[in-house]
């Protein structure tokens, strides 16, 4: 009896264990995701972007570029394209908000810097192809 009790304590842990982890796991992993645009790129432009990126807003005066469309975000800035679908890390877009640019032009410009989340989300659906799902 001792030794059924004894046995059966960590076999209920492992069970519990193994499904927490199966329920966690989607959030540990958004790499196994597909991104969307619209639910998982759009939202972070429209809160921490587009009051500057849009026509008589600072952002789009200086650089021109309109960050309240896919069509807008594909089309760059003055000076060409800041995605490059397929390839996150040669992308303009991802360099300035993850920093790796002249101080400048880190954006968004002059405020908190995006969550390694949002970064993350970016980056994500830019090596997925970037498209407008
Ligand atoms: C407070 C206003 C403001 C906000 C918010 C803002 N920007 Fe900008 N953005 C600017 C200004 C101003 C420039 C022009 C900077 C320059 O050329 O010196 C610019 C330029 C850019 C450029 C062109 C950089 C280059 O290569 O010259 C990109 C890309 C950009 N912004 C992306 C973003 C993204 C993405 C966000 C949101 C995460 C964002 N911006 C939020 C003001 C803003």
Redo the contacts with the bound molecule.
């Keep these: 009896m001792l030794y059924r009790c004894h046995f059966r304590l960590p076999l209920a842990l492992g069970f519990l264990g193994g499904l927490l982890f199966a329920v966690m796991w989607p959030q540990a992993a958004p790499a196994q995701q597909a991104l969307s645009f619209k639910e998982d790129v759009f939202p972070?432009?429209q809160i921490?972007?587009v009051?500057?990126?849009q026509p008589g807003?600072?952002?789009y005066?200086?650089?021109g570029?309109d960050?309240q469309t896919y069509e807008g975000l594909m089309k760059?800035?003055k000076?060409g394209a800041?995605v490059v679908a397929g390839s996150a890390f040669t992308s303009?877009?991802v360099a300035?908000?993850d920093r790796r640019?002249d101080r400048?032009?880190w954006?968004?410009?002059?405020?908190k810097k995006?969550s390694k989340c949002e970064r993350q989300s970016i980056r994500f659906w830019i090596n997925q192809g970037a498209r407008n799902n």
């Design positions: 972070i432009l921490r972007c009051d500057c990126h807003g600072k952002g005066q200086e650089s570029l960050l760059g800035t000076h800041i303009n877009l300035v908000i640019t400048k032009i954006m968004p410009h002059g405020k995006l």
